[in-house]
């Protein structure tokens, strides 16, 4: 009984993965990602020293918080 189930359980689970990955709007979604990823990376880079800035005002803004939490 419980291995019919596990049987019914994976085959259903199989049929949908087939199906996903045979459907063909998501090689377009993989595409879309990959893009946005590549533009997330470009943007990045044009902007690294105003994150890096950023991310340092951050930090030291916490590490103040912190201290005087502390106190």
Same mark, same amino acid.
């Given at each position: 009984?419980? =291995? =019919? +189930?596990? !049987?019914?359980?994976?085959?259903?689970?199989?049929?949908?993965?087939?199906?996903?990955? +045979?459907? !063909?709007?998501?090689?377009?979604?993989?595409? #879309?990602?990959?893009?946005?990823?590549?533009?997330?990376?470009?943007?990045?880079?044009?902007? +690294?020293?105003?994150?890096? #800035?950023?991310?340092?005002?951050?930090?030291?803004?916490? +590490?103040?918080? #912190?201290?005087?939490?502390? !106190?």
């Amino acid at each position: 009984m419980l =291995q =019919q +189930r596990i !049987e019914l359980f994976f085959g259903i689970v199989a049929g949908r993965l087939n199906k996903l990955l +045979r459907d !063909e709007k998501g090689e377009v979604n993989v595409v #879309a990602i990959v893009v946005l990823i590549g533009v997330a990376i470009a943007l990045a880079v044009i902007f +690294r020293k105003a994150i890096g #800035a950023l991310l340092t005002d951050l930090i030291n803004l916490i +590490r103040g918080k #912190a201290e005087t939490a502390i !106190e």
